[in-house]
């Protein structure tokens, strides 16, 4: 746009200088007609000419006056922006989930999986972790205050020292979120994480399963759910047709080595999204049993605990059950919790004794039919490890 203007007023200055050079030519009275037209015709000839040089100046120094710009004799490196803006919800990464670990009187643990940037952008790679808490029914807001730790990018563990002054069933609960700090100076917040403490003097370990596996006997030979991404739920008792029975096993690795100091040990696997049917008046008992021989999940079939390693009897090597059978609470189905106490006390007493845990139902035979349906590992839709089958240990320490 300048050029515009620039141009007009140098093309009017020149035409308005040689209409009156122009014009004192044409009064000269010695000169002949055809001597005046040819010096006419020459000043308007150098005043054009004149114009176009200055004007061809102009634009290869200025640029043309449309905007473009002049192209340099050598290429200039063109500055990468950097992304300050939050991260849009169409693009954000993976969020980080914190689960507990040990919950007690010295406070709790939490623990999460390192952060993943799905994007692949360097602007939403992880510069840290930050820690909040907050009370019961207290919604989280981005205040100060309630930052608890501010952590550094492969920190994946903190332990929180605080106690709430009342603790058991009827009180005792705190809030948690783990939120990822990126490069770009967004925040990606995870989800909450309720934790309700124990009663006073008493710790709760909580060991989330590390392998789980379904096994059928209409698919002796067939690995069916083994914890892995997008499977369905994971099954024990008859199927609905009736054509075969299923049982679930889990793993959970060793247990802490604190537990041989423990005294009045009780122990619990919780599994969430429990649904229950059956097609009697009521639903049959479903018990835990302790596994006499480890197995590989992803290999796991009603034959075989491994690759070319069958179980001694099919459908899994298991001994006595859990002394207390709970029945399973069709009332709710959110989560159903059996009791592993027994079982536990063994392993503590014989640690090589520890292969994992089976669930049955406590009645197998076709009628009537009983099934229990839950979450697995990965099992889809579940996007929350804190859902996953969890053993719970609640104990107190030896005086």
Same mark, same amino acid.
């Given at each position: ?14 035409? =308005?200088?040689?209409?009156?050079? !122009? ?13 005046? %037209? ?6 308007? %000839?150098? +005043? ?27 290429? &200039? ?8 803006? *939050? ?17 007690? *009187?010295?406070?709790? &643990? ?6 993943? #940037? ?5 602007? #939403?790679?992880?510069?840290?972790? @930050?820690?909040?808490?907050?009370? *019961?029914?207290?919604p989280f807001t981005a205040s100060t205050p309630e930052v608890i730790a501010t952590l550094g990018p492969h920190d994946t563990r903190y332990v929180d020292p605080a106690v709430p002054t009342l603790t058991g069933p009827s009180g005792g609960s705190y809030t948690y979120r783990v939120t990822v700090s990126t490069r770009s100076g967004a925040t990606i917040p995870g989800p909450n994480l309720p934790v309700q403490f124990p009663s006073a003097g008493r710790t709760e370990i909580i060991l989330r399963a590390n392998a789980a596996a ?21 099954? %024990? ?20 080595? @604190?537990?041989?100091? %423990? ?20 639903? =049959?008992?479903?018990? $835990?049993?302790? $596994? ?10 009603? !034959? ?24 399973? !609470? ?7 919790? @059996?009791? +592993? ?26 009628? *009537? ?7 697995? $590992?990965?099992? &889809?839709? #579940? ?17």
């Amino acid at each position: 746009m300048p050029l515009l203007f620039v141009g007009g007023a140098l093309g009017g200055g020149l035409g =308005g200088l040689a209409t009156a050079v !122009n014009a004192g030519v044409a009064r000269r009275q010695q000169m002949s007609a055809a001597a005046i %037209a040819l010096a006419m015709l020459s000043v308007s %000839a150098f +005043a054009y000419g004149t114009y176009f040089i200055v004007a061809g100046a102009l634009l290869h120094t200025m640029g043309s006056p449309s905007g473009t710009p002049r192209t340099p004799a050598i290429s &200039e490196p063109t500055p990468i922006p950097i992304t300050r803006s *939050p991260i849009p919800p169409s693009s954000v990464p993976t969020t980080v989930v914190p689960t507990p670990g040990v919950i007690g *009187p010295r406070g709790i &643990e939490l623990t999460w999986p390192a952060f993943v #940037n799905a994007t692949g952008l360097p602007a #939403n790679d992880v510069m840290g972790y @930050l820690v909040y808490r907050s009370g *019961p029914y207290k919604p989280f807001t981005a205040s100060t205050p309630e930052v608890i730790a501010t952590l550094g990018p492969h920190d994946t563990r903190y332990v929180d020292p605080a106690v709430p002054t009342l603790t058991g069933p009827s009180g005792g609960s705190y809030t948690y979120r783990v939120t990822v700090s990126t490069r770009s100076g967004a925040t990606i917040p995870g989800p909450n994480l309720p934790v309700q403490f124990p009663s006073a003097g008493r710790t709760e370990i909580i060991l989330r399963a590390n392998a789980a596996a379904m096994l059928s006997s209409d698919r002796p030979k067939t690995v069916v759910a083994a914890g892995q991404s997008s499977q369905p739920p994971l099954r %024990a008792g008859h199927h609905t047709g009736g054509a075969g029975v299923d049982r679930v096993i889990f793993g959970f690795g060793r247990l802490p080595t @604190l537990l041989r100091h %423990a005294a009045k040990v009780e122990a619990h696997l919780r599994l969430w999204d429990c649904a229950l049917e059956s097609s009697g008046d009521k639903v =049959g008992s479903f018990r $835990l049993y302790g $596994l006499r021989r480890s197995f590989t999940s992803s290999k796991a079939t009603w !034959n075989n605990a491994a690759a070319r390693k069958a179980w001694t009897d099919p459908g899994g090597d298991y001994g006595e059950p859990a002394r207390k059978g709970i029945l399973a !609470n069709a009332d709710d189905p959110m989560m159903c919790d @059996l009791d +592993a106490t027994a079982l536990v006390h063994d392993w503590i007493g014989s640690p090589r004794s520890e292969h994992g845990l089976l669930l049955k139902a406590g009645n197998e035979t076709p009628a *009537p039919q009983n099934q229990m349906t839950f979450f697995g $590992l990965g099992t &889809e839709g #579940n996007d929350n490890p804190g859902l996953d089958p969890t053993l719970v240990i609640t104990y107190t320490s030896r005086k």
